[in-house]
């Protein structure tokens, strides 16, 4: 029959050593054995072997007024040229209009840490510039031929038609965002040219005839031929990308993130309540240099009974469209994030235990954040965790670490263990470990000062009886009881 106090001993070391949320990270009978240094036979795992990264899409746009018009120019070349018997003139509006777009990621990654650390990577051709001009073009013709004999032509009159001068002057260009110092296509450069084109010809004096300015006749004839061609152009370069650190909890206060080179990392500060769901603003700016050139080159020839009187060979009429310097702030961007947290109590207190036995606790790890947390758990000898000591924890799970103690000495002992994880900057996390060795022959006077700390840790011991708040006084009573009770036992 099992002694009361047997029986007493089994219900307290059930409820003050025993954990009951999640699972354990490995059967403490499976797998090789632990390491002497509290790993793995295969050596472990390195802290940088548990990077991670987040990334979220962001999409730069800005608009310039496609196809409308921006430029906003009027142009009037006034009578050319001087002296001629037949003189142009034309009137021009020209508007212009630019598009630029940029797909990419806001990347939080680690290591290094403390982190995590924000960058921008654009994706390969995933941006795209295009700029569009058109040009409405009108004009008009003075003419003034002396024929001889009181003859004389002298007409001034609009050209009745000109061809839809709307030239399609558009270039569109892909690019890799995001344009900042370093980039290999920065700066951006995007053109078009207009060829070397005749644009229309006119015998005029067929024209005066249509519009009725003078009767028919075969006499003389008064040729205008216009060409054109030019370019259209810009040159951008990204300035900075700007993220609002927002409001901090901080003594000081924390100045914006600002991101000026090409893969640029910046820390990220993190407020708790982010971890699990965080969400920030990203402002792309950039300069742009717009410019162009456009003329203009009539022809004249004046032929009386087909013998050419005057002839003025092609001569250009540029169109001042002066250069344009501009700075573009884009409409922001948001992108969201979830980072992995570990928690963990910061000390642990194992069962004392005789030298050639041991005791067993198991240590709880949460994972406090929104995206999967995985880890390994590596202490030092006299206490050890079973293979495999790594553990994986999905957001608002637990995973339970035993601990065990195997006394060599007789004595206090106090190592740490190190959580090393994917937590952008809580790895390692270092956990004290204590415990108590005992002689063989069962005496184990356990010093007051293990015992009030035990009593005092907001914890407990690192782990929580079933349906008990750890720190409860009901707890922490059971927890003391069971100390000497468990050691009695060991000794009879």
């Avoid at 993220?243 to 893969?263: A, K, R, S």
């Avoid at 640029?264 to 920030?280: I, N």
């Avoid at 880890?375 to 670490?401: D, I, Q, R, S």
């Avoid at 952008?424 to 356990?446: K, Q, R």
């Amino acid at each position: 029959m099992m002694k009361a106090s047997h029986r007493l001993l089994v219900i307290i070391c059930s409820l003050a050593l025993t954990c009951v949320s999640g699972a354990t990270l490995a059967d403490p009978d499976g797998g090789p054995p632990p390491s002497p240094d509290g790993g793995v036979e295969d050596g472990g795992t390195s802290p940088l072997d548990y990077p991670d990264e987040v990334r979220s899409p962001v999409r730069f746009e800005y608009t310039d007024a496609l196809q409308e018009d921006v430029c906003n120019l009027d142009i009037d070349t006034g009578w050319v040229p001087d002296g001629s018997p037949i003189q142009v003139r034309f009137q021009f509006r020209i508007g212009c209009g630019y598009y630029m777009e940029m797909d990419g990621y806001a990347v939080l990654d680690w290591p290094p840490r403390p982190g995590p650390n924000l960058s921008f990577r654009g994706i390969t051709r995933g941006g795209r510039y295009e700029l569009d001009y058109s040009i409405m073009l009108s004009g008009k013709v003075k003419l003034y031929l002396d024929l001889g004999g009181g003859n004389i032509i002298d007409e001034e009159f609009n050209l009745p038609w000109i061809p839809d001068f709307n030239v399609g002057v558009f270039a569109s260009k892909r690019f890799t965002p995001f344009l900042l110092q370093g980039s290999p296509e920065r700066p951006l450069v995007v053109e078009d040219q207009i060829p070397h084109t005749m644009l229309f010809e006119y015998d005029l004096m067929d024209l005066l005839v249509l519009i009725g300015a003078i009767p028919p006749q075969d006499l003389v004839s008064a040729w205008l031929k216009v060409y054109i061609d030019g370019y259209v152009g810009s040159r951008f370069e990204g300035r900075r990308i700007l993220v609002e650190v927002g409001e901090q909890n901080t003594e000081f206060p924390i100045p914006d993130l600002i991101f000026t080179e090409e893969g640029q990392k910046e820390r990220l500060p993190l407020s708790p309540e982010e971890q699990e769901f965080g969400m920030r603003e990203a402002q792309y700016e950039g300069a742009v240099f717009h410019y162009a050139g456009i003329s203009f080159y009539p022809e004249i020839t004046i032929k009386i009974v087909g013998i050419e009187v005057f002839h003025m060979d092609t001569f250009e009429i540029p169109v001042p469209i002066e250069d344009k310097e501009d700075y573009w702030v884009f409409d922001p961007v948001f992108f969201e994030f979830s980072l992995p947290d570990i928690a963990a109590p910061t000390s642990v207190l194992v069962p004392p235990a005789n030298i050639g036995s041991e005791s067993m606790v198991y240590m709880q790890i949460m994972n406090v954040g929104g995206r999967l947390l995985r880890g390994e758990a590596l202490v030092e000898p006299p206490f050890t965790v079973p293979y495999p000591n790594k553990f994986e924890v999905e957001p608002g799970e637990t995973v339970l670490v035993p601990i065990y103690f195997t006394p060599s000495t007789i004595g206090p002992v106090r190592k740490y263990m190190s959580l090393y994880s994917n937590d952008p900057n809580e790895s390692p996390m270092v956990v004290a470990i204590e415990s108590y060795g005992c002689g063989p022959d069962g005496d184990c006077a356990i010093p007051e000062d293990m015992v009030r700390k035990c009593t005092s840790g907001g914890s407990g011991c690192g782990c929580r009886a079933p349906g008990a708040d750890p720190s409860s006084p009901m707890f922490l009573l059971l927890l003391l009881l069971g100390l000497p009770l468990w050691l009695k036992a060991r000794k009879s």
